[in-house]
């Protein structure tokens, strides 16, 4: 291992992390470097365009490393990196995964893994379903701004008798949905399905899908939904990981 190389992404890793340009003795603290290393190293990525230098004695990671990043994650597919999260799930609790995204005011389902009980909760890859209702329509549109909610509501209606077709209720409900990071789904869509979703967050901070498991309401209960989030929103979190979200974005996600 080139340990030049090492020190030079350690003290762009450094820059890129620090919300304010650092100088050469700080950066030279944090990384047990001497003030003539960091400053060679520092001449280096700045001559590769990685660093630059707002004032005389300051440094800070330049829009090179974003550029960067942001190429990479134009390739990264959501489903490819849920796959392998979904088929953790799938393993664990032999009930149907879905990944989703928020279109239009509905679910769009872009992949799922069927149950492996004779018995399951039918949904078709590539179909739709109203987003007031579902699990992973439900944690979807409680990150969206209240308008949208008030839109979608404003068309609602009800398939169930526990379907949520009033707006303040709704809104209610989204702010515990935002607190918690999961949503459940009462038998809301059809009187025999629940479910329970978490969200999925790009890297700028906005809920572009979610992740939900779902069964029959005979075979599972709601407190089994409810034992499952924890492991459910933290592979929400690798996967919004995997597509660029920073840890200080996940743990504000929501926020209002």
């Known amino acids: 291992m080139d340990k030049a190389v090492v020190k030079a992404f ?3 890793e450094i820059l890129a992390q620090n919300n304010a340009p650092m100088g050469i003795t700080e950066l030279a603290n944090k990384t047990d470097l001497g003030k003539s290393n960091v ?10 365009g990685y660093v630059r230098k707002p004032d005389e004695t ?15 994650i134009s390739r ?44 399951r909760a039918y949904t078709q890859l590539g179909g739709r379903a109203p987003a007031y209702c579902t699990a992973t329509g439900k944690v979807m549109l409680a990150y969206q701004n209240d308008d949208v909610i008030n839109d979608v509501i404003a068309g609602a209606a ?14 209610a409900q989204a702010r ?12 809301e869509w059809r009187k025999d ?16 899908g979610a992740i939900g498991v779902s069964a029959p309401g005979s075979r599972v209960s709601e407190k089994q939904l409810t034992d499952l989030a924890p492991q459910l929103i933290e592979y929400a979190e690798r996967i919004s990981t995997g597509l660029g979200c920073t ?8 926020q209002r």
């Open 176 to 187: 515990t949905i935002r607190q918690q990071r999961y949503a459940i789904n009462r038998g």
């Open 193 to 208: 399905v629940i479910g329970i979703s978490a969200p999925i967050s790009c890297a700028m901070g906005r809920v572009d």
């Open 76 to 119: 990264v597919n959501m489903r490819d990196v849920a796959r392998p999260y979904m088929q953790m799930l799938a393993d664990a609790t032999g009930e149907a995964v879905h990944l989703s995204e928020l279109y239009a005011g509905e679910v769009l389902y872009i992949d799922k893994i069927e149950s492996r009980e004779p018995v």
């Open 10 to 12: 350690g003290l762009l």
């Open 158 to 171: 009800a398939h169930t008798q526990k379907t949520i077709i009033h707006a303040d209720a709704f809104l």
């Open 247 to 254: 840890q200080m974005i996940w743990s504000t996600l929501g």
């Open 39 to 48: 400053h060679r190293l520092l001449q280096t990525l700045m001559t590769l």
């Open 58 to 72: 300051q440094y800070t990671a330049s829009l090179k490393v974003w550029e960067l990043g942001s190429q990479i």
